[in-house]
């Protein structure tokens, strides 16, 4: 009882309007493709919940988070732990040696600083890029259109094509990774 594998096709459906994609999607799903086997691209910003998908997982919240707690403990070092490390301390009239109004303007502006660095980073992680990688990809997803990537074996492949030129792609053909 040997089990033959079969191979793996990308297939990519070029459409015009989000509406017929977000359709497909659905109907890819109805027949048995799972969610990681499709892939939506388009040259304008389309979020998962107008083709009806679930949320990207992201771990930019945490990392941001992580960033305004470390911004957080080094202006709170700026400002109450050097002040005390010259050897005459500065005494200005009667106030304190870590005044507050000053205090809390660091203490914020730092935090925010460390968040907003570490959001930058945590995005470019979260997007792997830059990306050297071949990757699959046409030129009229610039041009407006939308494509969509299905994964599927190549038993499955006229079934796909079939479904997804009935629900109104443009063209359906083999999807080839190459360079951007």
């Not at 086997?37 to 930019?60: C, F, K, Q, Y």
């Not at 010259?86 to 968040?115: D, H, K, N």
């Not at 079939?162 to 190459?178: C, T």
Request: proline share 8%.
């Amino acid at each position: 009882m040997t089990e033959t594998k079969q191979k793996e096709v990308d297939l990519l459906a070029l459409f015009s309007d989000v509406a017929p994609a977000a359709d497909a999607v659905e109907q890819l799903r109805l027949v048995g493709v799972r969610d990681d086997e499709i892939n939506v691209l388009s040259g304008v910003p389309v979020t998962g919940a107008m083709l009806g998908r679930e949320p990207h997982p992201t771990n930019v919240p945490k990392i941001a988070m992580g960033g305004a707690i470390l911004g957080f403990l080094t202006g709170a070092f700026l400002t109450f732990v050097t002040p005390y490390w010259y050897p005459y301390p500065i005494r200005v009239s009667t106030q304190a040696y870590v005044p507050a109004p000053p205090t809390v303007i660091v203490l914020f502006e730092i935090t925010m600083l460390g968040m907003l660095l570490s959001t930058f980073v945590g995005v470019f992680m979260d997007s792997f890029f830059p990306n050297y990688r071949p990757m699959k990809y046409v030129p009229e997803i610039s041009d407006g259109k939308i494509a969509v990537f299905v994964e599927c074996e190549s038993g499955d492949q006229n079934k796909i094509i079939d479904l997804l030129k009935k629900l109104g792609a443009e063209s359906v053909k083999p999807a080839e990774a190459q360079h951007l």
